[in-house]
């Protein structure tokens, strides 16, 4: 069975940065997919970017130009450096491993237990 487990998440204020990371183990991990995904307070979980195996990834149209997504198969971790932080981005902060590669959260099969990132005005 296929394992996440995130960190990384902290407070900071606007305009800071964080990096997250989230290893993940498993038979066949490294064929997997592998994604960030957030819940802010009173919304639904909503993708933030993903990567594939051969490190093509999407970016929401939210965090394009200040977040990243990369990934160390060598070290089976996926990493969000995260920079120019805004208030909007609080939330919980998933990753999330899968076989299909989907944009949206129904088609990932694996998920770790989040980790919190609050940004204050």
């Known amino acids: 069975q296929v394992q996440l487990a995130e960190s990384g998440g902290d407070s900071v204020q606007a305009g800071g940065s964080l990096r997250l990371s989230c290893v993940f183990s498993?038979?066949?991990?490294?064929?997997?997919?592998l994604a960030w995904f957030r819940q802010g307070p009173g919304k639904e979980r909503e993708p933030v970017a993903n990567?594939?195996?051969?490190?093509?990834?999407r970016h929401a149209e939210s965090v394009k130009g200040r977040f990243t997504i990369s990934r160390d198969n060598a070290r089976n971790t996926v990493y969000l450096q995260m920079n120019n932080l805004k208030p909007e981005d609080t939330a919980i902060y998933y990753c999330?491993?899968?076989?299909?590669?989907?944009?949206?959260?129904?088609?990932?099969?694996?998920w770790g237990q989040g980790t919190q990132v609050t940004v204050s005005s």
């Open positions: 999330a491993a899968g076989m299909k590669g989907t944009w949206t959260a129904p088609g990932w099969d694996y």
């Open positions: 498993g038979p066949n991990a490294k064929w997997h997919y």
């Open positions: 990567i594939d195996i051969r490190g093509t990834s």
